[in-house]
């Protein structure tokens, strides 16, 4: 491990702590759905496995409009890559490659429009910015925006996920994923 991603690991391990205990601190009555998403993410056109576990909160109404949206956190981790034509990519003074596996933490919203009984209530969008652990060519930096399409049914979810720095630093070639969960009701 270089002694750049201690400090990141160290702060990941105390976020990933804050959101334990925030979870645990969380009123009774509050509400939350889990769900366990597992997929393909895709850089360029190069797969490897993810994973995710991720909590939807309370649903809460945007003024007297149909749109809402719940406070939306998730844990994911992205395998690494042994691409030998991406090994030792410099930019900037700093080295990358796409064998680093990457652990997530991310903590946004989840958007909804409709009424219950709408068949497109189902669909939403999340939005979460992000903190992880792995540099690579996709995720060049420690912070990484995560933007969801997908569509939510009572035990099942689908997904289209992309993670990048939304180009604000190079090289930002992002993962792009597509996700199947489980989902239930705590």
């Given at each position: ?18 959101m ?13 759905r ?8 895709y850089?360029d056109?190069y797969?490897?496995?993810?994973a995710?576990v ?5 649903e809460?109404r945007?003024?007297d409009s149909?749109?809402?949206?719940s406070?939306?956190v998730s844990l994911?981790w992205?395998?690494g890559r042994?691409?030998?034509?991406y090994?030792?990519y410099?930019?900037?003074g700093h080295?990358?490659?796409t064998?680093d596996?990457?652990?997530l933490?991310?903590g946004?919203a989840?958007?909804?429009y ?6 497109y209530?189902?669909?939403f969008?999340?939005f ?7 540099r ?13 399409l997908?569509?939510q049914?009572?035990h ?6 992309h993670i990048?720095?939304?180009d604000?630093h190079?090289?930002n070639?992002g993962?792009?994923?597509?996700l ?7």
């Amino acid at each position: 491990m270089s002694l750049s991603a201690r400090p990141l690991r160290s702060v990941m391990t105390r976020s990933i702590m804050v959101m334990a205990l925030a979870s645990i601190a969380l009123p009774a009555a509050a509400a939350v759905r889990v769900e366990i998403e597992a997929g393909r993410s895709y850089m360029d056109s190069y797969a490897t496995n993810t994973a995710f576990v991720e909590g939807v909160f309370d649903e809460h109404r945007i003024g007297d409009s149909r749109f809402s949206w719940s406070p939306d956190v998730s844990l994911g981790w992205i395998d690494g890559r042994d691409i030998a034509g991406y090994d030792n990519y410099r930019h900037d003074g700093h080295l990358y490659s796409t064998r680093d596996q990457s652990w997530l933490l991310a903590g946004g919203a989840r958007f909804r429009y409709g009424d219950p009984g709408d068949w497109y209530r189902s669909l939403f969008f999340s939005f979460q910015p992000a903190l992880h652990t792995g540099r690579t060519l996709a995720l060049s930096t420690p912070y990484e925006f995560v933007s969801t399409l997908g569509w939510q049914g009572r035990h099942f979810m689908l997904g289209i996920r992309h993670i990048s720095n939304g180009d604000l630093h190079s090289p930002n070639r992002g993962e792009t994923m597509a996700l199947v969960g489980i989902g239930f009701d705590l």
